[in-house]
């Protein structure tokens, strides 16, 4: 299960950290995500890190953006917010579930938190 926190409404140029908490047992995370989406638009990838940390971010949040994790928890450090970025944030893994007929691969989703930048 994901967790996230930490949306909330803050001017434009301000800063919000959200964070992810998985819980659970018998799966291990593989990479992590943060996704979001707009009202009217589709959803999309934000920003990846890695289960050794390498990360990527898309074109228009780097610089502003930092993902970064601690083991079963994942953050975004949101900085320099603009009205654009305001949207659901979700969290994703991609996770391993130990099974005895073998690992299955399987990707969980976060409910969402609100961020709403204002002008």
């Known amino acids: 299960q994901l967790v996230e926190s930490g949306g909330g409404l803050v001017q434009s140029g301000g800063s919000l950290r959200l964070s992810c908490a998985a819980s659970g047992s018998g799966f291990s995370i593989n990479s992590m995500s943060w996704y979001r989406q707009a009202p009217g638009k589709a959803r999309e990838l934000v920003a990846t890190i890695t289960s050794d940390y390498r990360t990527n971010y898309v074109d228009s949040i780097k610089g502003r953006f930092t993902i970064y994790r601690d083991n079963a928890n994942l953050y975004l450090q949101m900085n320099t917010l603009k009205p654009e970025d305001t949207a659901v944030y979700y969290c994703?893994?991609?996770?391993?579930?130990?099974?005895?007929?073998?690992?299955?691969?399987?990707?969980?989703w976060g409910q969402g938190t609100l961020v709403t930048v204002v002008s």
């Open positions: 994703n893994a991609a996770i391993t579930v130990a099974r005895i007929e073998g690992p299955a691969y399987l990707e969980e």
